[in-house]
């Protein structure tokens, strides 16, 4: 007999599943960026932050500002992730790069997408 090259297709009316398609996990990831000093950009931190690329890692379209301490002001911004592709220290890392500006990167939430 042949061999087809579908014969492991399930037949029609089979409860079998035909792919086991995986799904891709993704998490949403909220960030807290200080600068160093009270003067920082931060709107300009930021875009530049934005602008670094990852294959799996996509920026929030906006950011907040919040104070810290005497008239010091962080960074609160979020991104979304492909967990087989970006870990948390990528993120931090990418960020912690800008080091004449970035005091230090905290990460407040990781939650899984559904």
């Known amino acids: 007999m042949p061999t087809i090259p579908w014969a492991d297709i399930a037949p029609t009316g089979s409860s079998i599943p035909l792919f086991s398609k995986k799904r891709i996990e993704k998490s949403l990831v909220a960030l807290e960026v200080k600068p160093w000093e009270a003067d920082t950009d931060l709107t300009a931190l930021w875009k530049k932050i934005v602008a670094t690329q990852q294959e799996g890692l996509s920026w929030g379209e906006n950011m907040e500002l919040e104070e ?42 990781m939650n899984k997408i559904a």
């Open 68 to 109: 810290v301490a005497y008239g010091i002001k962080k960074i609160i911004m979020t991104c979304t992730v492909v967990d087989d592709l970006v870990s948390a220290d990528d993120i931090t890392e990418k960020i912690e790069a800008f080091e004449e500006e970035v005091q230090s990167v905290n990460m407040l939430s």
